[in-house]
Structures are given as structure tokens and as C-alpha cells.
């Protein structure tokens, strides 16, 4: 099936306003990551689902930044009253981790192709 | 703030030549993960390699690992001008989900 789609793939924002950045994963993948690259950096993790529940929010770098997952599918990145410090690509992965019991896991992570966020 | 290095931090070569690239982390791990990322575009998943493993290849990749140094080393070979890239080792911890990316090496393989 398709890979991990984002959208959008570019966007501009004033500083101050609030925008939402998609990620659709890999059909069947339980886990879904979101992480924050800078320019001439490797990514940072932000926030970790397992289907609908966030296990893992310690990453985000502030209260502006929400991640929501609903029904363990698409899930929304939220950053409010956007700063020029986010000025970020932004990166969803997924991966099928390991199940007690189950074959190895497929620990890889398969990104998107992120979301470039400029804000102004 | 991302752990360990990975060096060196760019490297030139001709075609044909063969690339390596390291990579140092601090913290014991259960698996660690070699991905491309070429100008503008998302991370291509390239090589995974176990804790309880010391070396793997595919294709024109060869990748090892030592953990009791702590170190990985990703080793392409017959380099071609597609090669050309940022690499990132990311280290999945032994608890928790997430992969910690080092700065990464930018490769430039000269035609």
C-alpha cells in the first residue's frame, strides 16, 4: 500500500496564528511518531501513539504543541500561537511494533515526506 | 538536545570510492537504524541492526555494530552520484519507542 502521506507539505504562518499538520500513516500500523527537524539537524522526537492512546508527549517542546490521535488512524500536530522558533520540517512516522509472543518486530520507522513550516 | 555523534559531520569523494560513517551514542540500545535523507525529502529507512548483532549487509550497504564501544559504522560501497545524501544513525533505546537521530553525515559523491 502507499507510504506515509503529510499534509500539508509546505506551510507559512504569521507568528501568533495556530496550524494543524496531518499525518496519514501506513494502513495496519499501530504506532505513529511525530518529530521536529531543524535546518542542518537530525530529527527530534516530539510525541509517540500506540493506536489512540499518547504514551509518550515528552518531546514537545511547549504547551502550544498538542498531538491527538482519535481513532488510532490520521493523526493532527497542533502548534498554537505559532513562534519563529517552530520554523521546522515536520516528520510522521509509523512502524508495527513488536506483539508478546509475535515475530520479531518491525521496529523500522517509515517517515513522510513532512511538512516545512515557516512562520514569520 | 540528541545524543551522541556521528562524524564526520560532511564528506567528498569521487565515484566509485567507497564512503564510511560513524556513529557514537552514550546509552545502551536495543537496535540501531541507518536512514537517508536526500535534499528537501523524508528519511528512507536504509538498515537495521540488533544489539545482538555485529554486522549486516544489504546490497551495497554493510553496517556493524560494537556495543561495548558504543559505535556503529555504515560502509557504502562503489559509490554513485545518487548516493549522495544526508545519513542519520538513530538509536532506538532499550526502554521506550522512540529513535534519538545524531546530526548526521552529508555525503557528496563526485561523478
Known amino acids: 500500500g502507499a507510504g506515509v502521506s503529510q499534509s500539508p507539505r509546505y506551510k507559512v504562518a504569521k507568528r501568533g496564528q495556530d496550524v494543524a499538520l496531518r499525518c496519514d500513516p501506513i494502513s495496519g500500523h499501530v504506532s505513529l511518531f511525530w518529530y521536529q527537524q531543524a535546518l542542518g539537524q537530525g530529527p527530534e522526537f516530539l510525541t509517540y501513539?500506540?493506536?489512540?492512546?499518547?504514551?509518550?508527549k515528552s518531546g514537545l517542546p511547549s504547551d502550544r504543541f498538542f498531538a491527538e490521535r482519535p481513532e488510532g488512524s490520521v493523526s493532527t500536530l497542533k502548534i498554537q500561537r505559532t513562534q519563529q522558533e517552530d520554523s521546522a520540517v515536520y516528520l510522521c512516522?509509523?512502524?508495527?511494533?513488536?506483539?508478546?509472543?509475535?515475530?520479531?518486530?518491525?521496529?523500522?520507522?517509515?517517515f513522510g515526506p513532512g511538512t516545512r513550516l515557516t512562520v514569520l | 538536545s540528541q545524543q551522541g555523534e556521528e562524524d564526520p559531520q560532511a564528506l567528498s569523494i569521487q565515484e566509485g570510492e567507497n564512503a564510511t560513517m560513524n556513529c557514537s551514542y552514550k546509552?545502551?540500545?536495543?537496535?540501531l537504524q541507518w536512514y537517508r535523507q536526500n535534499s528537501g525529502r523524508g528519511l528512507v529507512h536504509l538498515i537495521l541492526i540488533r544489539s545482538n548483532e555485529r554486522e549486516k549487509h544489504s546490497g551495497r550497504l554493510r553496517v556493524t555494530l560494537d556495543t561495548s564501544k558504543k559505535s556503529s559504522s555504515l560502509l557504502i560501497t562503489a559509490s554513485r552520484a545518487a548516493d549522495t545524501a544526508s545519513y542519520f544513525c538513530a538509536r532506538s533505546p532499550l526502554y521506550g519507542n522512540k529513535l534519538v537521530f545524531g546530526a548526521g553525515t552529508i555525503l557528496r559523491v563526485k561523478s
Open positions: 512516522a509509523s512502524s508495527s511494533p513488536r506483539l508478546a509472543g509475535g515475530p520479531p518486530s518491525t521496529d523500522t520507522q517509515y
Open positions: 546509552t545502551s540500545i536495543n537496535n
Open positions: 501513539f500506540q493506536n489512540e492512546a499518547q504514551l509518550d
